[in-house]
């Protein structure tokens, strides 16, 4: 049973900065692929970052030179380094694991 287990998330200003992270249990995942998605209100889930089992990683042009996705295959986690954010960044973000596995998502409120 996988499982993915997304931490990390909160209020935070607007050009402040947010570490999520997600840890993955049931296997050993270092030649999954590993992504970020987000969904806001009234709005289709959209692919922020992903990073695949070489370590190279992809963004979505509204986050890149901004956010960084890493990963840690010795502990099975993923992670997402948010830094200048914006309120346009709000949403509840979600891990997710090749080849259709989602975690429960965590939120992100960028408000002043």
């Known amino acids: 049973q996988v499982q993915l287990v997304e931490s990390g998330g909160g209020l935070v200003q607007p050009g402040g900065s947010l570490r999520l992270s997600c840890a993955a249990a049931g296997s050993s995942f270092r030649f999954n692929n590993m992504a970020w998605y987000r969904q806001a209100p009234g709005k289709q889930r959209e692919l922020v970052a992903n990073?695949?089992?070489?370590?190279?990683?992809n963004y979505a042009d509204s986050v890149k030179g901004r956010f960084t996705i890493s990963r840690d295959n010795a502990k099975n986690m993923v992670f997402l380094q948010m830094n200048s954010l914006k309120p346009e960044d709000t949403a509840i973000y979600y891990c997710?694991?090749?080849?259709?596995?989602w975690g429960q998502g965590t939120q992100v409120t960028v408000s002043s």
């Open positions: 997710f694991l090749t080849p259709n596995y």
């Open positions: 990073i695949f089992s070489s370590g190279n990683p």
